[in-house]
């Protein structure tokens, strides 16, 4: 009968011990995953950014789809005006002049590292979910300006996280909430997750 007891009692142990591990483990994991998964979507929206300012350099606007944003990105050209002659240097004497060429876009963007074919799509999905992305024109402070907002669902990247009930580990995790940059109201391109 002791053997029985002893026995019970071990396994409610071992029980308890796994238990105690698990809940220790779990925000654990939960914390490092998260950071891992936003770090590697804010990557992918700052190069969605990047580009798209490229694109507002050649065009003038953003491109209200990605499709738009890789052809004129992937054809177009960016005018450069090089300036010869310095009117503020007191010692020139001669007539500025100004000459204008064309480079490549599709130049500028491989050298940052931007592949425009996987741009679309947010990490950690399987290429099965694209960011949304709206631009347009609207009047701030009396001047017509180009808008931009590019964003996804913490729930379309977090896996197994997508839970709200891993709001237990933080008060502030909703996986409704956005990961975005830009705004459809007024000419900001600031993401959210650089006014944490």
């Not at 009117?87 to 490549?104: A, C, E, H, I, R």
């Not at 876009?105 to 996987?118: E, H, N, P, V």
């Not at 197994?160 to 891993?166: D, E, I, R, V």
Request: charged residues 25%.
């Amino acid at each position: 009968m002791r053997i029985v007891i002893n026995i019970i009692l071990l396994l409610v142990t071992i029980g308890l011990a796994y238990l105690l591990y698990s809940s220790i483990r779990e925000p654990i994991e939960f914390k490092k995953e998260r950071t891992r998964r936003e770090e590697a979507v804010i990557a992918q929206l700052i190069k969605i950014r990047t580009a798209q300012e490229r694109f507002r350099d050649i065009t003038g606007v953003f491109a209200p789809n990605f499709d738009t944003l890789e052809k004129v990105l992937t054809t177009g050209k960016f005018k450069i005006i090089s300036v010869i002659g310095d009117l503020d240097d007191p010692n020139f004497k001669g007539v500025v002049k100004y000459d204008t060429f064309y480079q490549p876009a599709i130049d500028s963007i491989k050298s940052l590292g931007i592949d425009l074919a996987t741009l679309p799509f947010v990490p950690f999905t399987d290429g099965k979910q694209k960011f949304e992305m709206t631009a347009d024109t609207l009047t701030y402070q009396g001047t017509l300006v180009p808008v931009v907002e590019c964003k996804v669902q913490r729930k379309h990247f977090m896996g197994k996280f997508a839970s709200p009930s891993f709001a237990k580990y933080d008060k502030a995790y909703d996986p409704e909430s956005y990961l975005k940059f830009g705004n459809m109201t007024q000419p900001n391109l600031s993401g959210n997750w650089e006014s944490r």
